[in-house]
């Protein structure tokens, strides 16, 4: 079996010089026909690539990377049985806090909603 790609696209973050971009994307769909082909199965990721891109009529335009520092990147990756779900947790003692601060290396705003997988 061959190895194919695919690109996603997540929402759009604009920030300006110095700003800090602290909020979760929402759930980004991966692409029907790639859906479609592992429904019922598994999929194995060999590779993921980051690219940061501003949207243009004539198509994506890579960003330097230096445009931006980002070191504190999460994704995850759920089957068609679970449900992303936004919340708002109280805190890091919220019983639903512990995975969700292990998954974003324990920094987690508190005051923005979350992303959490069911």
């Known amino acids: 079996h061959g190895v194919e790609s695919f690109d996603v696209h997540t ?22 026909e790639i859906v479609a082909k592992y429904n019922g ?16 009529a004539d198509g ?10 980002n070191h504190h990147y999460v994704s995850q990756l759920v089957g068609a049985g679970a449900r ?10 919220d019983p639903r806090a512990k995975e969700l601060m292990h998954a974003s ?3 987690v705003n508190w005051e923005q909603p979350q992303w959490i997988a069911e």
Request: hydrophobic share 35%; net charge positive.
């Open 84 to 93: 992303l779900r936004q919340v708002k947790l109280d805190g890091p003692h």
């Open 60 to 69: 994506d335009v890579s960003v330097p990377i230096s445009a931006s520092y």
């Open 11 to 32: 929402s759009e973050m604009s920030t300006l010089y110095s700003q800090v971009w602290w909020k979760p994307h929402p759930p980004a769909a991966l692409p029907k």
């Open 41 to 56: 199965s598994r999929m194995a990721i060999v590779g993921w690539e980051i690219d940061q891109v501003q949207r243009t």
């Open 105 to 107: 290396h324990g920094h």
